[in-house]
């Protein structure tokens, strides 16, 4: 599957929420594909977030291991800290720590100073500046707002960290396979293809600030339990199906997609 993301216009790979092994770094610098590498702090919530920072310490742990492992591979531009994780109010004090604590982690460490950012659930976060890349997936008319929501969004974070690359850690819509119909139809393949054409317009619009994009996912994949129990807990948000080979109409909307001049 990565040879395939290879043969698409794509030059950066997210791994998303857990190291991979160590041929895909391998992989990836022998292809020149770039890498935002990632760890398991996934949907952490407040409590999670202050134990490991004040006890427990397996997010620390994870952060060094990450940079440890992989800070020879000349693939990795990017540290990845946590996705979406909850954010405590009167200036997220806990959120704050937690992601500090990790960056310190990563940066005593990595002698090459690699940015550090991760995937945020807001592109209001308010740790955004401990970030040296700002990453927030976002789903802009899918589970909320508008396609066209997302230009004034990145606008607004531009003019709040205007000295800050930024990227899209994720954003994806879902069809079922073989299901053609109107492109503003949920579910359909053509609203999938048009969603990402709406998002990728916007994205490259700005590329005196907008660093990058990932789209979520490059394959369909197997949810946990009670997931999709109507589509055998699959989820199909992929530009591909579950077997790998059979492709969307997104797939061939990603493939013809123009990079910014």
């Known amino acids: 599957m990565a040879a395939d993301a290879r043969r698409r216009p794509a030059n950066l790979l997210r791994n998303s929420v857990y190291n991979r092994h160590p041929y895909v770094y391998q992989w990836a610098d022998r292809n020149g594909v770039l890498v935002m590498d990632d760890i398991d702090n996934m949907w952490m919530n407040k409590a999670q977030e202050d134990i490991q ?3 427990y310490g397996l997010s620390r742990a994870l952060a060094t291991m990450m940079a440890w492992n992989q800070h ?5 531009i990017l540290w990845g800290l946590q996705n979406e994780s909850e954010i405590d109010g009167g200036g997220a ?7 500090k604590d990790m960056k310190d982690a990563v940066k005593s460490v990595d002698l090459q100073d690699r940015p550090v950012t991760w995937a945020s ?3 209001w976060d308010p740790a955004f500046d401990l970030a040296d890349v700002i990453g927030f997936n976002e789903y802009f008319g899918y589970f909320y707002g508008k396609d066209a ?3 004034p969004t990145l606008d607004a974070v531009h003019a709040n960290h205007p000295n800050k690359p930024i990227l899209i850690t994720e954003n994806g819509t879902w069809s079922f396979l073989g299901n053609r119909g109107s492109n503003t139809e949920q579910g359909t ?4 293809a048009a969603s990402f054409q709406a998002h990728w317009a916007q994205v490259t619009a700005r590329p005196e600030f907008v660093a990058g994009y990932t789209f979520w996912v490059l394959k369909d994949y197997k949810q946990r339990l009670g997931y999709n129990e109507e589509y055998n807990g699959l ?8 077997d790998s080979r059979t492709r969307r109409l997104v797939y061939d909307a990603f493939s013809v997609a123009k990079l910014p001049r």
């Open 53 to 55: 920072t004040r006890s």
């Open 235 to 242: 989820s199909t948000m992929g530009l591909v199906g579950f």
């Open 72 to 76: 020879n591979n000349p693939s990795v």
């Open 121 to 123: 659930s807001s592109s």
């Open 93 to 99: 004090p806990v959120y704050r720590a937690w992601i």
């Open 149 to 151: 929501d997302l230009g």
């Open 189 to 192: 393949e053509d609203w999938q």
